[in-house]
Every structure is written in C-alpha cells, then in structure tokens.
C-alpha cells in the first residue's frame, strides 16, 4: 500500500502526539490528533480513520472504552487499532487483543515495529474495503440480473395475457364471419342486396380481426399504463349494432332492445362520445358477449344509452352473476367455471374503459339479473 491512509493519534501526553505526528508525517500518511476518549469518538464518527494509534491511560474515557466502543458499533468495528501504552503486563495485553486491537505495543515503542504494524494494517484494510467493494459490485450485478429476470417474466406474463384477451376478443367478428358464411351457404338464392349485405358484414368483421390482432402492442401498452388514448368522437349507436349483428342469439332464442335516451332506438338516433372506435367496440362487444352466455335463454338483454354526469351505457340480462366471484368480477381470469371461459372478458372491458378516461361498475342479484354499466367521458350527443 503505497496510497496516502489518515491515522487517528489518540494520546493525552502531548509530546507523545507530536512523536506519533512526525513518525506518520514520515511515512507519507496524514496524522490526526486527539487528547482523550471522548474527542476521539467524535473525530472518528465524524470521519472514520483508516487505523487509529490508542492510548490506554487517559483522563475521562480511557483506550479500553474508546476501544470498546469502536469495536462493538458495526459501521466502525472494521478500522485497525493500534494499542500504544506504557501499561506492560499481559492481562492488559490480552484484555485489547480480546476486544478487537490489531495489536498491542509498549512504551517507548520501536519505531521499525510500529512502522511495520501500520503497513500490516493498510494492507489488511486495503484487503478488507476490495473484498467489500467486490461484494458491493457483486450484489449489485445480481440485483440487476434479478430486475432483468422480473421484467422479462413480467413482460412474458403480459405477452401471455393479452394473447388470451385477443383470442377472447376474436370470437364476436369470427362468429359474424361463420354466421353470415353460413346465411350464404344455406340460401344460395338469396337476392343480390341480401347477398352484398352478408358479404358486407363478412368483410367488416374480417377488417375488425385484423384490427383485434394489430391491437396487440396496444394492450400491452395498456396493461403497462404507456397506452396513449387518441379519442376521437365517434357513435356508440353503430357499434352497437354491428355487435348485434355477429352476435350470436339464436341458439338461446334471446332478443336485445337498445334503448337511447330513454326511448326506443331509431335508424335516425346517435350516441356521440369521446373513445376510441376499436378500444369501444372490443370493450361492448366483450360485455355483450358476456350477457349472451350468462343470460337464460328466451329473454331479452337491454343495452340502454344515457346521458348524466357523463356518458352512460349499460347492459342488462337476466342472469346473476354467481356470488363467488361477484367481488372480484373485473379481476384478470375471473370466471365461474365457463366452459371455454378465460376469465379475460370483464377484465379486458375494465382496462379499456379505464384507458379511455371512464370506469366500468357491476350490479347483480338473483332478483333484478346483472347490470355492467360504463361510464365514458361527456360531449354532446344528438338524439333524433
């Protein structure tokens, strides 16, 4: 060790100070003094020395407690100490070594001795703070590996799930695409506009697949909070209706009256809000899917648009949501044992809603059935 080390003095003889001063002086290191116990702890909390030279015999605190001190305080117990006293008898001399002294020398020292002592100790401490700065190194690098290992578990856990929410989103448009597929298949004559109109909806919901599946850096972006929601105004109206269209009610005998602005809706009515197009239509057409399968058969599901403190719309069946998962209905994989269910639909519907500046609530009872209601952020709307 060749690097410059402060040393504490610690003695209340003065000219004992200025010989320990010189020696250190002489050997290139920086001396530091002090008359007794109680300043010595304070220089050493204050700014802790790389080795301190100990007095035993002073005024006040004497060395043992100094020493004592140092060696039982876990941020201070690794600098060297060096006993330098006239005390010379061996129980004084085991007594230090015991409590933690590098070693024990006796007045008049020899100075070759002492010298070397210190170089032992510097390299012994330099040992010690590289061993400490490779541990430090090494925590670090495994906390950096671990942080690398979470987020990659994380991001393959979103990846996971946002493929089950596309797959989930995917069934509404595909069962559009085979019902109307079918419609063409069955009814070979039908007239060309019936024809042009089946194809119509093939082709939308073939568009809305796509749609679906491009959206998959957008949930993840959603799941993650970096989704930036670009809403524009658009018409809940013809969304709903082109869900009603690729639903599948016919093979529970349900209907579904849409109700807007208290009255029955018309070809002519709009719902205008703030969202985003594809974000809403998923986002209904997961609800709506959810009504289907949980309502009895020949009923009917409303789906009702209203105006309040914001933009209102609601879906109600006649089912009830089992009450095992009523608390927990919009967290992720929450199902009640749906055959095919992922548990995804409710939770994919919240999140969508959530991104676009609103907030989606569940009411249900075995007397009333279940209502989801989702609340979107208000403009003004047109109802003709």
Known sequence: MTESANILIVDDIEVNRIILHDLILSLGHTPKLAEDGVSALEQIHKQAPDIVLLDIRMPGMD????????K???????????VITAIDN????????EMGAEDYLVKPFNRALLKARIAACLEKKYLHDLEKKH??????INQSLQAQKAALEESEALRKNVEHIIQHDLKSPLNGIITFSELLAEEPNLNPDSKKKALGHINNSGHQMLNLINRFADIYKMETGQYHCSPSLIDIVTIIEKIILNSDIKSKNLSIDVICCDKPITKDDTFMILGEYSLCYSMLANLLKNAIEASPSEEHITITLDKKNANIISIHNKGAVPKAIRNKFFDKYTTADKVGGTGLG??????????????IHLET??????????SLPNVKSKHA
């Open 365 to 374: 009872s075995e007397k009333i059935g279940t209502t989801i209601t989702v």
């Open 63 to 70: 060395g043992y407690e100094v020493l004592q001190q140092v």
């Open 90 to 97: 061996i129980d004084s001399t085991v007594k230090c070594i």
């Open 135 to 140: 541990r430090r190194e090494i925590e670090e």
């Open 346 to 359: 409710s939770y994919s519907a919240k999140l969508m809603a959530e991104t676009q500046g609103g907030n």
């Open 72 to 82: 039982d305080n876990f941020l201070l117990q690794h600098i060297p100490i060096i």
